[in-house]
């Protein structure tokens, strides 16, 4: 398969467009601003990727699609790997509703369960949308980091105390940090213990979310 990025006439691909997202109005609020890759086959385009940049380290997947005739070939994968290899500095955020297949989907392809906005589907779309006996109603976020991307706010932390005073004065204006947590059923006393860390981040908004190596230390990712 062949992956291109389009810059002009964006429009022609609305059939495999509407694939992923049946509005047309939804999608004429991403598909400028956004980037469109599209994935073709023997000189057939069977498939598509709209991203968008955000303000932050992170790129949004808004749209992705493939031809029903073209499905269970890996072709979907494909299409995110290539998104994450054009960016690997930066977090990839995926939206979707809770159609049982699609989170499966996303879950094999290492996303994990970010936030979700509630009510999204029934407040945007003018009819229900129903898939595979479910009716959407939120939009559920999913997050897939890169390995390479760097770690920003390293804390040398042992008490809870120090991170929530971290917090009160950064979670506003900062976006993540890192911690060396320990796990456990009781509390270390070298070390901050995970689930003092999860707790104090939450207060703020924030969670938990990967872990990284670093220089032979397991690092705890915290962000919003």
């Known amino acids: 398969m062949v992956i291109r990025k389009v810059e002009d006439d964006k429009r022609e691909f609305m059939d495999l467009l509407l694939i992923g997202d049946e509005s047309v109005d939804m999608i004429e609020r991403y598909i ?38 073209f499905r269970r070939r890996g072709i979907g994968r494909k299409m995110l790997e290539y998104v994450e290899k054009l960016y690997p500095d930066k977090r990839v955020i995926l939206g979707t509703g809770e159609t049982p297949s699609t989170l499966r989907f996303s879950r094999s392809c ?15 779309y003018s009819n229900p949308i129903v898939e595979e006996e479910v009716t959407l109603r939120d939009m559920v976020y999913l997050y897939k980091d890169s390995p390479k991307m760097t770690p920003k706010n390293i804390l040398d932390l042992t008490r809870r105390e120090k991170f929530r005073q971290w917090l009160m ?4 204006c900062e976006k993540e940090c890192w911690i060396a947590v320990k796990r456990g059923k009781t509390p270390p006393v070298d070390a901050l213990w995970y689930i003092d860390a999860v707790e104090e981040a939450l207060c703020f908004g924030w969670i938990d979310s990967t872990v990284k190596n670093v220089d032979g230390v397991a690092l705890q990712r915290f962000d919003y």
């Not at 290492?110 to 945007?124: C, E, V």
Request: hydrophobic share 35%.
């Open 169 to 172: 004065e950064n979670s506003s």
């Open 110 to 124: 290492g996303y994990r369960y970010f936030h979700r906005i509630p009510n999204f589907f029934t407040d945007n």
């Open 32 to 69: 400028e601003p956004g980037s469109l890759h599209v994935g073709s086959m023997d000189n057939k385009d069977i498939a598509v990727i709209v991203v968008v940049e955000n303000n932050d380290d992170s790129v949004e997947i808004k749209n992705l699609a493939v031809d029903a005739a």
